[in-house]
C-alpha cells in the first residue's frame, strides 16, 4: 500500500505511479519566466519526426497568453525534483452561445517523461482549481479513451455542439459544481484556436 491509499483513494493511482518512479512532482501555476520550458515541453510533447519547425500547439500556447482569453491562474506546470518543468495544462476563455466557460489544451508532459501520473496530476490539479473559481464546466478536443478517467463524456450528453460537427465523436466536457443544465449551446475557442 503507497501513501495516499488510505487518506484519498480516489487519487491512488496516480500517487502509486508517481511513487514508482520515484518521481516528485509538484504542480503549480506558471510563473515569469516559464514560457519559454513551456514552450519547450510543449514543442517535445507534439513534436513529430521529420516535421519543420515548431508544432503548431507550441505556438498555440504562446498566442493564447498574448490573448484577453488567458486565465493565469489556470497555466498550470509540473516541475521534478529538480525544478525543471516536465509538463503543462492551460485552461482558457471558452463559452457555450454567451456563457463563459473553459477550453481546455493543450496538454503536454515531456516525452521522457509520460506514463509516470504527471499528465493525471496535472489533468486533477487544473479541474480542482476551475471548480474552485466557480467555472461551470471544461470542453476539451481529444481522446475520449484518455480524458474518460477525468469525468469527461462527449459533448452532446449535455446538448453542446462542438464548433464543428465533425468533431463530435472527440469533443467532450466536463462539468464543475457550477454546472446547470440550461448552459446549452454551441461552443466556441477563443480565437488563437482558430489560427492552428
Ligand atoms: C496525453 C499525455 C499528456 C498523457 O501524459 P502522461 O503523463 O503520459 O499521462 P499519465 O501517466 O497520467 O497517464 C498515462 C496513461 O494515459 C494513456 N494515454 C495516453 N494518451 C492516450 C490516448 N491518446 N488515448 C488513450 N489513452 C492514452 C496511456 O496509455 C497511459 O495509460 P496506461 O499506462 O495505463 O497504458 C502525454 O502522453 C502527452 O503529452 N502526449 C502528447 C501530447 C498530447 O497528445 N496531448 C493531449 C492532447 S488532447
Given at each position: 500500500?503507497g501513501?495516499g491509499?488510505?487518506l ?17 512532482v509538484?504542480?503549480r501555476r506558471?510563473?515569469a519566466?516559464?514560457?519559454a ?5 510543449t ?8 516535421e ?19 486565465l493565469?491562474?489556470?497555466?498550470l506546470?509540473?516541475?521534478d525534483?529538480g ?28 516525452p ?40 469527461f ?22 462539468v ?17 484556436f482558430?489560427?492552428?
Amino acid at each position: 500500500m503507497g501513501a495516499g491509499d488510505d487518506l484519498c483513494p480516489r487519487y491512488s493511482v496516480v500517487a502509486r505511479r508517481l511513487a514508482r518512479h520515484g518521481g516528485i512532482v509538484l504542480i503549480r501555476r506558471e510563473a515569469a519566466g516559464d514560457a519559454a520550458a513551456i514552450r519547450a515541453v510543449t514543442a517535445a510533447a507534439f513534436g513529430r519526426p521529420g516535421e519543420a519547425g515548431p508544432p503548431a500547439e507550441a505556438t498555440l500556447v504562446d498566442e493564447l497568453r498574448a490573448s484577453g482569453a488567458w486565465l493565469p491562474g489556470l497555466s498550470l506546470v509540473a516541475l521534478d525534483a529538480g525544478g525543471d518543468v516536465i509538463g503543462h495544462v492551460v485552461g482558457t476563455r471558452g463559452h457555450v452561445g454567451q456563457a463563459p466557460v473553459l477550453a481546455l489544451g493543450p496538454l503536454s508532459v515531456h516525452p521522457d517523461r509520460q506514463r509516470r501520473g504527471v499528465g493525471s496530476a496535472l489533468m486533477h490539479a487544473v479541474l480542482g482549481a476551475g471548480d474552485a473559481l466557480g467555472e461551470p464546466l471544461v470542453a476539451l478536443l481529444g481522446s475520449p479513451g484518455y480524458y474518460r478517467r477525468f469525468g469527461f463524456r462527449l459533448s452532446g450528453e449535455y446538448d453542446i455542439d462542438p464548433p464543428r460537427p465533425r468533431w463530435r465523436p472527440h469533443f467532450q466536457v466536463r462539468v464543475l459544481s457550477a454546472y446547470r443544465p440550461g448552459l446549452r449551446g454551441t461552443f466556441a475557442y477563443p480565437e488563437p484556436f482558430d489560427r492552428t
